[in-house]
C-alpha cells in the first residue's frame, strides 16, 4: 500500500514471521485493525528508536533512558501530517480522530481502570518471564546488545536473576495468582461472550491490551508458555483469544 495516505505504524523488528511481538504496539496495531485505518508498518532495530523516533519529530516517552519508546505513529491521512508516541495517547488520538467504532464502551475511564489491572496483575509477572527470554527472537548483533545492555537500566534486575531454574515456580506463581484475581474482576463486568471488558456488541480498549499481553507472551514468552497459560481459569484465556484473532493482522 502507497504510505502517502496511510498511516504510518512504528515497530520493533524481530526475527520472527511476522514480525510483530511487542506488547505496547500490539495495542496500536489492534486499535488500527479494529478501526479498518490503513496502515503501514516501518521496522526499526531496538538501538535506532531513539534515531528515528527524533527524526519524525515524535515526542519523548519517558524522563529516563531510554526516552523514546515504540509505537509511535505518524497519520498521514490528515491536513497535516500528526506525529504521536504512547500507546495510551495513541489510542486516544485514534478514538477522537476516527471515532467509530469505538475503542471505549463504558466510558474511557473505565477501560484505562481495567487496562491499569491488567497491568499489575498480568504484564508485570509476565514481564519476569517473557523480557529474558525475548533477545531470542532479536536480530543477533546490535539488536541483541542493545537490548541485554540496557533491560537492567530499565527494570533494575539482571536478566539471569529475572528467571531461571531458582525462580521458575515463584514466577509462574505470581503470574497464575495475578491471572485468577483477574478472572474474579472479569465476572464482575457485565460483558458478551466473546470479549471481556467491552459489551455483548464489541471489544473495548481493555481487551486490546490484554491480548496484545498475550501475544507478547506467546511470541517473545519461553518455548510452551502460552500452552501452559491458555487453559488457565477453565480455558477463559484461550477463547478470549480466539475473539481477538479478527483483530490480528500485521501490515
Ligand atoms: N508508555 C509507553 C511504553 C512503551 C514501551 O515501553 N515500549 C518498549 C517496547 S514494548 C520500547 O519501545 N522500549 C524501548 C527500549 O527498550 O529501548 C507506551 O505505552 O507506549
Redesign the pocket.
Known amino acids: 500500500m502507497s504510505s502517502e495516505k496511510a498511516i504510518k505504524l512504528f515497530d520493533?523488528r524481530s526475527t520472527l514471521t511476522p514480525q510483530a511481538w511487542?506488547?505496547?504496539?500490539w495495542r496500536t496495531r489492534f486499535v488500527l485493525n479494529f478501526k479498518r485505518l490503513p496502515y503501514v508498518t516501518e521496522w526499526v532495530a531496538?538501538p535506532d528508536?531513539t534515531e528515528v523516533l527524533t527524526e519524525v519529530g515524535a515526542p519523548p516517552?519517558r524522563t529516563t533512558e531510554?526516552l523514546y519508546?515504540?509505537?509511535a505513529i505518524v497519520d498521514a491521512m490528515t491536513d497535516s501530517p500528526v506525529i504521536i508516541?504512547?500507546?495510551?495517547a495513541i489510542a486516544d488520538y485514534l478514538e477522537d480522530t476516527y471515532p467509530e467504532p469505538s475503542i471505549y464502551p463504558h466510558g474511557r475511564e473505565t477501560q484505562l481502570s481495567y487496562v491499569a489491572k491488567i497491568g499489575q496483575l498480568v504484564a508485570i509477572p509476565m514481564a519476569f518471564i517473557v523480557v529474558p527470554n525475548t533477545m531470542k527472537i532479536l536480530p543477533q548483533g546490535r539488536d541483541v546488545e542493545y537490548y541485554v545492555g540496557?533491560r537492567k537500566g530499565?527494570f533494575g534486575i539482571d536478566l539471569d536473576d529475572m528467571y531461571n531454574s531458582k525462580n521458575e515456580a515463584e514466577r509462574w506463581q505470581q503470574l497464575e495468582g495475578g491471572l485468577e484475581e483477574l478472572s474474579t474482576i472479569v465476572e464482575t463486568i457485565e460483558h458478551g461472550d466473546r470479549w471481556l471488558f467491552g459489551t455483548a456488541e464489541g471489544p473495548g480498549y481493555a481487551d486490546f491490551v490484554l491480548a496484545a499481553a498475550f501475544v507478547w507472551f506467546r511470541n517473545a514468552g519461553p518455548e510452551d508458555g502460552w500452552e501452559r497459560l491458555r487453559t488457565m481459569n477453565g480455558g477463559r484465556w484461550e477463547r478470549f483469544f480466539k475473539s481477538a484473532l479478527e483483530y490480528m493482522q500485521v501490515l
Open positions: 520493533i511487542s506488547p505496547h504496539v531496538y528508536i516517552t531510554p519508546t515504540l509505537p508516541s504512547d500507546s495510551t540496557s530499565i
